[in-house]
């Protein structure tokens, strides 16, 4: 158990629909990054937020959109799904980049 | 813009051989951070190690060891008497670590396949 848990696992849905995908960092680290890993595209960094503001943002869709709560948990939203949305999203979280990163399982979503 | 390659999209080497995956990188910064993650048929991704800008020191864990070398970019990752537990895909990443600006930048990734 690397302390970062996203849920859920798996997540079947249907094309036109909207999900989300939760994560909740390891104690005591402030950020929180989005990762998504497709077949064509690799891992790419959708977003980051530090202690509940968005920090830096990468290649995330306007379709796509994260809050990171109070309690430090991050939300990922997204909206109006079509088959390339299909991937493994990755949440991380750390105390600083600098220190590293530590992921979580991932939520593999199907859209269908 | 940083970007990390490496070359090798799939190796398969026969078990207790030494196999090392290769990895360069581009940076305009001089102070940035060079990771290694495995990534085995499970799906998580698994921390291996991390090394700043500034550390050429080569480093060993156990059958792993890494070379660092500024002069040519390169950040590879050796795996001595390998085993079929290390099958996975590996990922080599960078961070330039400048706030507003902490993400990783993978590379696509090694498949490495260990045959019994």
């Known amino acids: 158990d690397s302390g970062v848990t996203q849920t859920p696992k798996h997540l079947i849905t249907a094309t036109g629909q909207r999900v989300t995908l939760r994560c909740s960092p390891r104690?005591?680290?402030?950020?929180v990054y989005w990762y998504q890993q497709s077949l064509d595209q690799g891992l790419q960094f959708l977003i980051q937020?530090?202690?509940?503001?968005?920090?830096a943002k990468g290649n995330i869709l306007e379709r796509f959109s994260a809050q990171q709560f109070p309690d430090l948990h991050s939300e990922l939203n997204l909206s109006s799904l079509e088959l390339g949305d299909s991937a493994l999203y990755f949440c991380a979280s750390s105390v600083g980049g600098v220190y590293g990163y530590t992921f979580g399982s991932g939520t593999r979503l199907t859209v269908v | 813009a940083q970007k990390v390659t490496q070359a090798q999209t799939e190796i398969s080497v026969v078990e207790k051989e030494d196999v090392t995956l290769d990895c360069v990188y581009e940076t305009r910064d001089t102070t940035y951070y060079l990771f290694w993650y495995k990534q085995p048929p499970s799906g998580e991704l698994v921390f291996l190690i991390r090394r700043n800008s500034f550390d050429e020191q080569n480093e060993i864990s156990g059958r792993y060891s890494w070379n660092f070398q500024k002069s040519t970019s390169s950040f590879n990752f050796t795996i001595t008497a390998s085993q079929v537990v290390d099958s996975a895909v590996y990922f080599c990443?960078?961070?330039?670590?400048?706030?507003?600006?902490?993400?990783?930048?993978f590379g696509t990734g090694t498949r490495l396949t260990i045959i019994p």
């Open positions: 104690s005591g680290d402030l950020s």
């Open positions: 990443a960078l961070s330039e670590a400048e706030i507003l600006n902490e993400k990783l930048t």
């Open positions: 937020y530090y202690n509940g503001e968005e920090r």
